[in-house]
T-cell receptor, first 112, second 114 residues
Framework: DQQVKQNSPSLSVQEGRISILNCDYT??????FLWYKKYPAEGPTFLIS?????DKNEDGRFTVFLNKSAKHLSLHIVPSQPGDSAVYFC???????????FGKGTRLSVIA | DAGVTQSPTHLIKTRGQHVTLRCSPI?????VSWYQQVLGQGPQFIFQ???????GRGNFPDRFSARQFPNYSSELNVNALLLGDSALYLC?????????????FGPGTRLTVL
């Protein structure tokens, strides 16, 4: 039973365009959501997070949107750059204090 | 400053053997968590240790065990290895226990069980 779902295994975007990565969750107890980026041979690196009291959080080129009623969040990267090519994981937990539950990841390829 | 370090980088074992993986947290971090990432899946929580005590355990069999040392480094032990234990094992450190949202991950140990 997957509590965090990333239904798109891969995504290809042209450099300069917007990348949108999607994530759905089923556990109503989740109230804190994170995105991690992972390059080959490296561990996941924290990218951006959002608490359920917000519906948007922005950090430079990265924006996360949260739709609590739909149990859906998305990560927008604008403009996309070749260096953004990586696997992106969505993760969730309860108040930041319980073990993270990860999705399967989406491989983003930004083509120059 | 050094990040989270893990050793070895790669490891090949055969079924039935046991394995020990090691992790050194970021200086000043007192909590270590272990995750298993099977190919095509996201990381799955195994254990968290804080101040040498287990503070959380995921849904893994008793073949998996861990400990934390006085210097806050940690070992993950897996006994009676199965083919399905082949995975990337990630260690993450944080300042204190329960701080899952402020974890920093190491590069992982790639375990292959033949």
């Amino acid at each position: 039973d997957q509590q965090v779902k990333q239904n798109s295994p891969s995504l290809s975007v042209q450099e300069g365009r917007i990348s949108i990565l999607n994530c759905d969750y089923t556990n109503s107890m989740f109230d804190y959501f994170l995105w991690y980026k992972k390059y080959p041979a490296e561990g996941p690196t924290f990218l951006i997070s959002i608490s359920s009291i917000k519906d948007k959080n922005e950090d430079g080129r990265f924006t996360v949107f949260l739709n609590k009623s739909a149990k859906h969040l998305s990560l927008h990267i604008v403009p996309s750059q070749p260096g953004d090519s990586a696997v992106y994981f969505c993760a969730a937990n309860n108040s930041g204090n319980t073990p993270l539950v990860f999705g399967k990841g989406t491989r983003l390829s930004v083509i120059a | 400053d050094a990040g989270v370090t893990q050793s070895p980088t790669h490891l090949i074992k055969t079924r039935g053997q046991h394995v020990t993986l090691r992790c050194s947290p970021i200086s000043g971090h007192k909590s270590v968590s272990w995750y298993q990432q099977v190919l095509g899946q996201g990381p799955q929580f195994i254990f968290q240790y804080y101040e040498k005590e287990e503070r959380g355990r995921g849904n893994f069999p008793d073949r998996f065990s861990a400990r934390q040392f006085p210097n806050y480094s940690s070992e993950l032990n897996v006994n009676a290895l199965l083919l399905g234990d082949s995975a990337l094992y990630l260690c993450a450190s944080s300042l204190a226990g329960g701080q899952f949202a402020e974890q920093f991950f190491g590069p992982g140990t790639r375990l292959t069980v033949l």
